[in-house]
């Protein structure tokens, strides 16, 4: 499954600063105002403690976004001779769980979950397979079968109120549902039928 986004940008959204190889760089998936989803990257130095408040910093002009889905910290690496640059323009389920379960990234729990969602959906598509629990049991211990790298997950009640509260991410993965259109079967029943004189009239003037 791919998600498609804008790559990692070249300079910071707040300074507008060119990013150099090895900055640290704050990573968010948002909904912006007009319900189109986005990212916004920026130096992990002019990042606001409260980005759903004044994201952006003092002076950035940026729009706040209706919603963060999930943040996330990289190393800058230049992309100059990248082989195949149409990769970076695509963000698939796979390295999005790599990157938010990943445990050299800073720890975020509004991203938990995504990740708990994540690890589902590559489980069925045997991406990661199930290694047993944690020692305190509070996580799975999941196997990535390509990289052979292990990723510890929270457990978590997967039921009808958790795809609720995760429904913007949902979205974001999956698209939103369509809406159904009425059939026109349905219109022509709730149309009123024409008057009985009426079809008399007719029926004697043929």
Known sequence: MELNLHPLATKCCVSGREFAEGDRVVCYLVREADGL???RDLLESEDSPT????FGGTGANLPKPAEIYCRWVLAYKSRRGEENADRALKLTAENLFLTL????NPPNEANTPLIQFLALMLERKKILKPRGITADGTKTILEHMRLHQMFEVPIGDLNAEF?????GQLDVLVGSPKKKEEPK???AAASPAPPTEAVAEN???S
């Open 51 to 54: 980005p759903l408040e004044d």
């Open 203 to 205: 029926s004697t003037s």
């Open 163 to 167: 795809f609720m509260k995760i429904q």
């Open 37 to 39: 989803t986005g990212r």
């Open 101 to 104: 379960a990943d445990p050299l």
């Open 185 to 187: 079967a349905a219109e």
